[in-house]
């Protein structure tokens, strides 16, 4: 199966701790997603690369979070000084540009911020 | 905020069709119509997506009305395991990078 991958399943951190989460999107996608969903919401954007470049960042994504795409390839979401609010699922998603762009989404990654 | 509205909620007896409305009156010309699926603890699940024509694959087929305003979801033969949160969601434009905005969604069980 060449879905999209997400690292770690589940991760469980104290507060104040810093969290680091890694997607690897389908084999020759260039567009690639990062949600959050919290308990009982809707998935919500967080950010968005076409290739190594991050064109769209959403107003959710405060200076303690950064995300790269270093080479176009896999991408990582950084959690600074996690914090209880933090506690949600990470989903990563990816694209093509050509055909239909649909996004095809990962299994998440489960943060619990004690 | 979603473009799109859905009833919170829906049961279906299994083997029947289930259908599932969606409301887009704001939907523009080149904005597409996609529906997810998530089952619980899970990631979204792509469905289909049409732009006018209603459209059929292996899961489900999509119906949207001829003036764009609203679409119906329709699984044909429900089955324990399609009891999910069905996503309507309407995407596109030139402007768009294609981020897709999700609403609450319609939770469906199916029950036997």
């Known amino acids: 199966d060449t879905g999209v991958s997400q690292n770690p399943r589940h991760k469980i951190t104290k507060r104040g701790q810093n969290v680091t989460f890694r997607c690897d999107p389908i084999?020759?996608?260039?567009?690639l997603y990062w949600y959050r969903q919290t308990l009982g919401q809707g998935p919500e954007f967080l950010t968005y690369?076409?290739?190594?470049?991050?064109?769209?960042k959403s107003r959710l994504l405060s200076d303690r979070f950064s995300a790269e795409r270093p080479k176009g390839s896999f991408s990582t979401l950084e959690i600074q000084r996690t914090e209880q609010g933090d506690s949600a699922m990470y989903l990563c998603?990816?694209?093509?540009?050509?055909?239909?762009?649909?996004?095809?989404f990962g299994p998440g990654t489960r943060l619990t911020v004690l | 905020d979603a473009k799109t509205t859905q009833p919170p909620s829906m049961d279906c007896a299994e083997g029947r069709a289930a259908n599932l409305p969606c409301n887009h009156s704001?939907?523009?010309?080149?904005?597409?119509v996609y529906w997810y699926r998530q089952i619980h603890s899970q990631g979204p699940q792509y469905i289909i997506h049409?732009?006018?024509n209603n459209e059929t694959n292996e899961m489900a087929s999509l119906i949207i009305t001829e003036d764009r305003k609203s679409s119906t979801l329709i699984l044909p033969h429900a089955t324990l395991r399609d009891t999910a949160v069905y996503y309507c969601?309407?995407?596109?434009?030139?402007?768009?990078?294609?981020?897709?905005?999700f609403g609450q969604g319609t939770t469906l069980q199916v029950k036997p």
């Open positions: 998603a990816s694209s093509t540009e050509r055909g239909t762009d649909t996004q095809y």
């Open positions: 084999s020759e996608h260039n567009r």
């Open positions: 690369f076409q290739n190594e470049a991050q064109l769209e």
């Open positions: 704001t939907i523009s010309g080149n904005e597409y």
């Open positions: 049409g732009l006018k």
């Open positions: 969601i309407v995407r596109g434009g030139s402007s768009n990078t294609g981020k897709l905005i």
